[in-house]
Structures are given as structure tokens and as C-alpha cells.
């Protein structure tokens, strides 16, 4: 279906792949558009009306559950609220960096999960409950749950770019999280998780994860503070420098 | 096993500090080698004669610091050496190997300035 | 709902690729490839370039660690090894890479104060404002050197 004549329109230049291609390549589609249209309304519009096997996902259209990440002239954003009047010429739209792509711009985002500690609750307590009373020292039950899980900070983290055993500012963010409102979480089994090479240690400080983020997570400053507690975690279990005979003595 | 992963579990942030201890050590041992070699004499570059550099070396306090300088620069560089590599996602074989590695590389590059500056200490 | 799930492989053909996919890896989107991408300025902010810059400067100076090394064996060969030596390294171009040394001692070392700072635990909410300052501070120091280098007062 062409636009019809005297319609604006944009160039999108997207990303296709499907496995067991040698390699990507990019389309162009000349897209019909409005002043408030989206980079997900102009993918969906490909795939109604020019190509019915352009794979993307998306699910609330509103920022909210993280599914539409993609990258947007080479910056990472969320599809839905990713206006097309924010950018002048062709819109180059490819999927997040980082991650094995499953079919154009969707990713497998089964390796960013796995990068998360195993160490969580699953089930909290409502704050509602008159029962729910907040620990001690918390005045008041506060919202720490920001994070929806786009994949968004891992794409634009330089180093996920060269190392795919890096946890990730996400799955760090989470653990710093966990720290600061445990509700029943194993403090030292997270400590331990993160005190690893692969871990909070990896971080060079790009920042790159909080200027993606579109929740507000903040993950560099997480990871920050989570060093914090690591250093004080071992200070207080006096293994800053451990002794040999102490390992000798463990074994 | 256990007490392996303990060591090196303390090792990780061992690193980050020890990077970080380096590194402002170097801040002010940088800057007095610096200053020394070439803003204190007038030839253009700051640069020290043959004589100049001779008899700079020899004197006590300044053999020290220089050595000690060798130490805290060789040490910072194979921890940012060794910051990179890991920044390639290697296998804990290939770590390990890294590990070892750069610490003899660091010993020899040492081993080989403590050589130059003690010969022409004593040529003074 | 009593009947037993299927394994993975009868459920549904796209499911078995997809399993198949994760262990394969497959294609895998990078901005470019390697380290490379580590200095890939394009969509990134201060803070990556902070990052780019720390560790352009740092193996350039693991570098001239060993450069310097090699230059300062030049004595063992006596005063007119020496001498030569500083005959080439007086030349202008000499002296400007001494000054692009005195830059990256300049990015490398200051940066590193600020990732010091900020890896503790610190100010990291103003690592931006953290980073311009400290060049700002780097830049007048680089050019009061690069006087001293090339006028030689």
C-alpha cells in the first residue's frame, strides 16, 4: 500500500535478519507519518501494509513494560515513545546491541535475564496490608521497582560490547536494589554474587547505562553505591586482605 | 576450592583498589619526575645532559623516589593491562594465563629499570 | 489442562530453532566490532568519552613506558649516545610529542581522580561536571607546559 499522495512521509531504514542469514541487511520503506508519529507506529505500518514479516515487539505503548527497545540512529530507545519528528532524514531503526538477534528487530533476551542474580523474592508483601509494617529505620515503603527490564543500559554498555560474560548495568542495578530493601533476599549470597571480575568490578564508570535508561534506574550510580557496600561488606567481615594461613587454614 | 574462590574473590576488588592506590601515587610521583627532568633545567625540551642525568640519579633521596616511581608506575600500568583484557570477556584459563603473564612482564620491565638506574648511579 | 506438555522439540518447530539459536548465539547487533566500539563517540556522552579517552591515554602511556625505557638504555652507551639522542628529540616535532605526552599524563591522571572518586562512591551524580572541570584545569596546564616545552623557560 503507498501513501497517498500529499501525505508526509519518512524514510525508515530498518534492520532485517533472519537466522541462518550469512548476514543483516537494511530495508527502506517510505512511511506515512503525522507530527506525533512513533518509531513503533512506523515499524507496525510496514508490517500491515509493505512487509508482513517484519518482526518487532512491543506490548503497552506507553514506556511501561520494556519490550519495544531498539536502536534509533544508532541510540537506544523505546520504541513507542520515540517520536519520528525528533530527527531530521532517514530513520535508521536496528535492534539492541549486545544481545543475539532472533528474527529483525527482536533479541533473544533470554541472555540478559540469565545475567541477573539468582538470589531474589519472589513474593513481597503488599504495602497495603495493615499488617505491613516497614522495617526498622524505613519511614515509609518507597518505589524502587523502576526498572523494566528493556535491555536498553546493556546495549548501550561499551563494555558488553566486547565482553558477553559482563552481569550488566541492569543485573547490577538490581543487586544494589536488593541491597538497599532485602525483604527476606540473602544480603551476603548478592555480595558475594557481585564481587566477582564479571561483576561490579567490570564497570568503567561510561555512564552510558543511566543516559539510555528511560526509567530512571540511574544504574552507573547503582553500581557506584554497590561497590560501596562491597568494600564496607568486607571490611566489616575483615577479608580485606586475606592471610594465607587463613585460606590454608579454610582448606 | 573454597579458599581458591575466596582469594580470588577478594582479589577483584583488590585490583580495583590497589588501580586506585597506584594511581594517586602517581599523581604526585609523576609530577615530581616531571618537574625535576624538565621544568627545572633552562635548555629547550627541559631535557638533562648526559652529566645531568648522571649526577640526578645518584643522589640518595632522588634513587629512591626514581625507584620507587618504576615500582608504582609498572604496577598501575599491568593493572590497567590487565583492566583491558579482561574487557575482552576471557575464559577463567585465559585470565589466569593473563594474570600470570603481565605479572612477569612487570617484574622483568622492574628488574630491568632497578639495572639501568643502579649502572649509572654508580657511573657518576 | 490434564494432558502432559510436550517436549520442546513437538511443541512447535519455532520454539527448537529458538533453543537452537540461544546455543548457537548467532548473530549478535554491535555497533562495530571489538574495541572499536570503545571508541565509538557517535550517540555517546561525556561520559563515554571520559571512558574512551582513560583508556586511549593509558595504553599510549603503557607505551611510552616502555618507550622511555628504550630511549633512557641510550645512556648506557655513553655521553655521545646521550647526546645524540637529544639532538633529535630538541627538534620541534619532538618536542610537540612531548607535549601530546603531557596531555595524556594530563587526561589520564585527572580522569582517573575523578573515576576514583566516583567508583568509591562519590559525587557520581556529578561526574559530567566532574569531567569538564578537571579538563578545563588539564587544558591550562597543558598549555603553560607546552610554553615551557617550546620556549625552554
Not at chain 1, 530493601?181 to 557481585?194: S, T, V
Not at chain 1, 554497590?226 to 567481615?237: A, G, P, V
Request: some cysteine; proline content about 5%; aromatic content about 8%.
Amino acid at each position: 500500500m503507498t501513501p497517498t499522495e500529499g501525505t508526509p512521509t519518512r524514510t525508515v531504514r530498518v534492520h532485517r535478519y533472519d537466522r541462518g542469514d550469512d548476514a543483516p541487511h537494511m530495508e527502506l520503506h517510505e512511511v506515512p507519518v503525522g507530527p506525533t508519529t512513533t518509531v513503533l507506529e512506523a515499524l507496525r505500518w510496514i508490517q500491515l501494509h509493505e512487509d508482513p514479516t517484519l518482526g518487532l515487539r512491543h506490548s503497552c505503548f506507553h514506556a511501561s513494560c520494556g519490550t519495544c527497545g531498539v536502536r534509533v540512529n544508532g541510540k537506544e530507545r523505546l520504541a513507542c515513545v520515540t517520536s519520528l519528528s525528533e530527527f531530521s532524514g532517514t530513520v535508521t531503526v536496528d535492534p539492541i546491541a549486545n544481545l543475539p538477534v532472533l528474527h529483525d528487530v527482536v533479541v533473544d533476551m533470554a541472555p540478559f535475564f540469565e545475567r541477573y542474580p539468582t538470589a531474589h523474592p519472589i513474593v513481597r508483601e503488599s504495602e497495603f496490608l495493615p499488617e505491613s509494617a516497614t522495617p526498622d529505620g524505613i519511614a515509609e515503603h518507597d518505589r524502587y521497582e523502576d526498572c523494566i527490564e528493556c535491555g536498553l543500559c546493556l546495549s548501550a554498555c561499551p563494555v558488553a560490547a566486547t565482553d558477553d560474560t559482563y552481569v550488566g548495568p541492569a543485573a547490577l542495578a538490581y543487586a544494589q536494589r536488593l541491597l538497599e530493601e532485602p525483604r527476606g533476599a540473602d544480603r551476603d549470597a548478592i555480595l558475594d554474587w557481585a564481587d566477582q571480575d564479571n561483576a561490579a568490578w567490570r564497570c568503567h564508570a561510561a555512564f552510558e547505562c543511566t543516559e539510555a535508561c528511560p526509567s530512571g534506574v540511574q544504574p552507573a550510580q547503582r553500581i557506584m553505591a554497590l561497590r560501596k557496600q562491597l568494600r564496607r561488606h568486607r571490611r566489616d567481615q575483615g577479608r580485606d586482605v586475606p592471610d594465607r594461613q587463613s585460606s590454608e587454614e579454610k582448606v | 576450592m573454597a579458599a581458591r574462590a575466596e582469594h580470588e574473590r577478594s582479589s577483584r576488588s583488590r585490583s580495583w583498589r590497589w588501580t586506585a592506590i597506584t594511581g594517586v601515587s602517581l599523581l604526585v610521583l609523576v609530577t615530581i619526575h616531571m618537574v625535576a627532568h624538565h621544568f627545572v633545567v633552562d635548555e629547550v625540551g627541559g631535557l638533562r645532559t648526559y652529566q645531568h642525568v648522571l649526577d640526578y640519579v645518584s643522589t640518595p633521596i632522588i634513587f629512591v623516589i626514581e625507584c620507587v616511581f618504576l615500582v608504582v608506575v609498572t604496577a598501575h600500568a599491568m593493572l590497567g593491562l590487565r583492566s583491558v583484557l579482561l574487557d575482552f570477556g576471557l575464559s577463567d584459563r585465559w585470565r589466569r594465563l593473563a594474570d600470570r603473564g603481565l605479572v612477569v612482564l612487570g617484574v622483568v620491565t622492574v628488574v630491568y629499570g632497578f639495572v639501568l638506574i643502579g649502572v649509572l648511579a654508580s657511573r657518576a | 489442562m490434564s494432558e502432559q506438555r510436550a517436549p520442546a522439540s513437538e511443541r512447535d518447530p519455532g520454539v527448537e530453532e529458538i533453543l537452537r539459536a540461544r546455543r548457537d548465539g548467532g548473530h549478535v547487533a554491535r555497533k562495530l566490532p571489538g574495541p572499536v566500539a570503545w571508541f565509538d563517540l557517535r550517540n555517546r556522552s561525556t561520559g563515554h568519552l571520559a571512558f574512551s579517552l582513560n583508556r586511549i591515554t593509558g595504553l599510549g602511556l603503557v607505551f611510552y613506558l616502555y618507550l622511555h625505557l628504550g630511549v633512557l638504555t641510550l645512556l648506557l652507551g655513553g655521553e655521545d649516545s646521550w647526546n645524540g639522542f637529544l639532538e633529535v628529540a630538541t627538534l620541534p616535532v619532538f618536542l610537540g610529542l612531548d607535549v601530546l605526552l603531557v596531555f595524556g599524563l594530563l587526561v589520564h591522571g585527572l580522569n582517573s581522580t575523578r573515576l576514583a572518586l566516583i567508583g568509591s562512591g562519590y559525587v557520581p551524580n556529578h561526574q559530567k561536571a566532574m569531567f569538564w572541570s578537571l579538563m578545563a584545569f588539564g587544558a591550562i596546564v597543558l598549555v603553560y607546559t607546552a610554553l615551557h616545552v617550546f620556549g625552554g623557560e
